[in-house]
């Protein structure tokens, strides 16, 4: 063996047992109650830590193009960034260009995060152009390993509802899983045109012109499409309440559709907009009220939220300035690549939720929804993925102390009770107790089969 991790407390999602973990060639080999070196392996003591499945984060935007610029972090500061925070796998976003192919636009991106990424990486392929045959592409896509799509319903890349309808269709033809960002377009235009012509330029307008009922009107027609067509559909970064019980009716009704949340929804309210440093948290859909907040978290415990990412796509600040006059030019995007499974262990360790839901969210759910058969478990034959989580030791989030390229956090003075102390990327030890130690390039890219 080259790895033996001793002593500790295994937590998967349904599971936790006291085990040792043997680990030869990045595949873990052995879990037993004792696993006796022979010599020459490396042998890490996790005397009263939790050994835990990395993370695999479903939603990043690393070196997204946005405008003039791109998103703080390239593949490699993202990933190294993901490492420090107990992820090992990410799952980006390669946005097809208009009349491209979409195996070229997976290959296009893979061409960028190959030679950079720290982490294993996947991608989903961002619709924008179905013509001229070009939707034949989500099938070729799902044979070449890549089932999962992503449309919008906003943006100027945005797709019309006849084009997310037809590639719901297409969907179901070839097997493949399409997520959604759910909001009213139209609302949002309007909305903003309004609120920019009254003079009413604040961060707090962005929420305002994508408040509760854009997001929840457009989870529920998107869910309605789902049913007609008879797929299963995938909501992003749902953060309102009635996009919650839109999603629970349907799963009570036997539907197949899931539901992601992100820890800046969970975490903070609107409130944020009316803050000096408002525009920083400027993401959409934005940040939505206290009740939402509370819907997000009992859709948690109650299961009908599947999976927590990140959506982790930040802005310098002085990019984030460019709308200080004019809430609709701050870039769209927050940082949390690295503070997404601390936020979600540390809720589990105050006891919000179980730190086996808490793996269920963030590692095993979305290995399983995203056809990432390799990942999600502490288990013979999975990849030796795996964090080392000191639940005693306190940190407090500072970005000096972060592994982004982004010059500031949202999550900044953040209190977490436990924090990992070590990554290993197939056995590879790539975060040391506060230190990147991986390397750029190791990163696969992981092959994902949904049936
Ligand atoms: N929302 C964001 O805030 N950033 C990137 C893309 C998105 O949909
Ligand atoms: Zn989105
Ligand atoms: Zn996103």
Redesign the pocket.
């Known amino acids: 063996m080259d790895l033996i991790i001793k002593h500790g407390t295994v937590v998967n999602a349904l599971s936790r047992f006291k085990a040792d973990i043997g680990v030869t060639d990045g595949r873990i080999v052995c879990i037993a109650e004792s696993i006796e070196p022979c010599g020459g392996e490396q042998v890490v003591d996790a005397e009263g830590m939790l050994v835990l499945p990395g993370a695999i984060d479903a939603h990043t935007?690393l070196a997204?193009p946005c405008g003039e610029t791109s998103s703080a972090d390239d593949y490699f500061a993202g990933t190294r960034a993901a490492a420090c925070g107990g992820t090992t796998t990410v799952f980006d976003f390669a946005q097809q260009d208009p009349n491209e192919k979409m195996t070229d636009t997976v290959k296009r991106r893979d061409a960028l995060c190959a030679p950079n990424a720290a982490v294993d990486y996947s991608f989903h392929v961002a619709v924008t152009d179905v013509s001229k045959g070009l939707i034949d592409g989500i099938g070729e896509c799902v044979e070449i390993g890549i089932p999962s799509f992503k449309v919008?319903m906003v943006y100027d890349f945005g797709v019309s509802d006849g084009v997310f309808f037809r590639v719901l269709e297409k969907a179901k033809e070839v097997g493949a899983l399409i997520a959604v960002?759910a909001e009213n377009s139209e609302l949002v235009n309007m909305l903003t045109r309004k609120y920019l012509s009254e003079g009413k330029t604040g961060p707090w307008y962005h929420y305002l012109s994508r408040p509760e009922f854009v997001e929840g009107e457009a989870d529920f027609r998107a869910i309605q499409w789902a049913k007609a067509t008879g797929v299963p559909l995938y909501i992003v970064h749902l953060a309102n309440r009635q996009g919650v019980e839109a999603v629970t009716a349907a799963k009570d009704e036997g539907y197949e559709i899931y539901a992601e949340t992100c820890p800046q929804y969970l975490e903070f309210t609107c409130d944020v907009y009316k803050r000096e440093d408002g525009r920083n948290f400027v993401?959409?859909p934005p940040i939505k009220g206290a009740e939402s907040r509370e819907a997000l978290w009992e859709a948690i415990r109650r299961g009908d939220i599947d999976t927590v990412a990140t959506?982790h796509?930040p802005f310098q600040s002085y990019e984030k300035d460019w709308g200080r006059d004019d809430f609709s030019r701050i870039p769209?995007?927050c940082a949390g690549i690295e503070n997404m499974y601390p936020y979600m262990l540390s809720a589990a360790n105050e006891g919000r939720i179980t730190f086996e839901k808490a793996v269920a969210l963030c590692s095993a759910n979305p290995a399983k929804i995203f056809g990432c058969r390799s990942k999600g478990e502490i288990a013979v034959g999975r990849d030796a993925d795996i964090v080392i989580y000191d639940p005693a030791k306190d940190f407090t989030v500072t970005n000096d102390k972060m592994h982004s390229n982004c010059d500031h956090t949202i999550w900044e003075g953040l209190k977490l009770h436990g924090y990992p102390v070590q990554t290993y990327s197939r056995g590879r030890l790539v975060y040391d107790n506060g230190s990147f130690v991986g390397e750029r390039g190791w990163g696969r890219l992981v092959r994902c089969r949904l049936h």
């Open positions: 935007h997204l919008y960002h993401c959409s959506d796509c769209n995007g």
